[in-house]
T-cell receptor, first 114, second 118 residues
Framework: AQTVTQSQPEMSVQEAETVTLSCTYD???????LFWYKQPPSRQMILVIR??????QNATENRFSVNFQKAAKSFSLKISDSQLGDTAMYFC???????????FGTGTRLKVLA | NAGVMQNPRHLVRRRGQEARLRCSPM?????VYWYRQLPEEGLKFMVY????????ESGMPKERFSAEFPKEGPSILRIQQVVRGDSAAYFC????????????????FGPGTRLTVL
């Protein structure tokens, strides 16, 4: 069975600084997708970034980038130039290619301080 | 193109009542997935439906919970005789194609319905 672990329940960062959120996963599959979702107080699930496991290049979306280490089964999210609007819960998720179940971690609550 | 719509956003029920949660997928999407988020936890898969068919309900409790996605209209998640433990946020997601048919496994999530059982 696949599992996703987020070992940091809460983190804080000063505005304009950089923060890294950790995520590890366990699977015996070789083709899969990894996602980071942001859940602000509105509870809307917003896709931040997505990584295909077969791609070695780390995905990047503006201030958000990932460090994907397939051998270590690690998928961390780096937020650069943190903004107050980045304050939210962040969930790491996993999905085997060709399947429909998303496996979510328990989340990291990030607070950006002014 | 409007996103996934869910209503109501907030629903309060007393123990023993029925809760009906609605989900309208994105236009052109015929695959719907329901997830439940208990307090302080991540989302957990409940059920996968295509139009008029339940594909996988392995994550849904066998009693009191049911789901449908009729030919016309939204998908409905129905919880009968609610109990306090049903209090959670229920999310619906949709996709344009079946898994394995492209689209990179991507599911588009709605804003969720927060159910509170008194």
């Amino acid at each position: 069975a696949q599992t996703v672990t987020q070992s940091q329940p809460e983190m804080s960062v000063q505005e304009a600084e950089t923060v890294t959120l950790s995520c590890t996963y366990d699977t015996s599959e070789s083709n899969y997708y990894l996602f980071w979702y942001k859940q602000p107080p509105s509870r809307q699930m917003i896709l931040v970034i997505r990584q295909e496991a077969y791609k070695q290049q780390n995905a990047t979306e503006n201030r958000f980038s990932v460090n994907f280490q397939k051998a270590a089964k690690s998928f961390s999210l780096k937020i650069s130039d943190s903004q107050l609007g980045d304050t939210a819960m962040y969930f790491c998720a996993f999905s085997v290619s060709g399947t429909y179940k998303y496996i979510f971690g328990t989340g990291t609550r990030l607070k950006v301080l002014a | 193109n409007a996103g996934v719509m869910q209503n109501p956003r907030h629903l309060v029920r007393r123990r023993g009542q029925e809760a009906r949660l609605r989900c309208s997928p994105m236009k052109g999407h015929s695959h719907v997935y329901w997830y439940r988020q208990l307090p302080e936890e991540g989302l957990k898969f409940m059920v996968y439906l295509q139009k008029e068919n339940i594909i996988d309900e392995s994550g849904m409790p066998k009693e009191r919970f049911s789901a449908e996605f009729p030919k016309e209209g939204p998908s409905i998640l129905r919880i009968q005789q609610v109990v306090r433990g049903d209090s959670a946020a229920y999310f619906c997601a949709s996709s344009p194609r079946a898994p394995g048919q492209g689209a990179g496994n991507e599911q588009f999530f709605g804003p969720g319905t927060r159910l509170t059982v008194l």
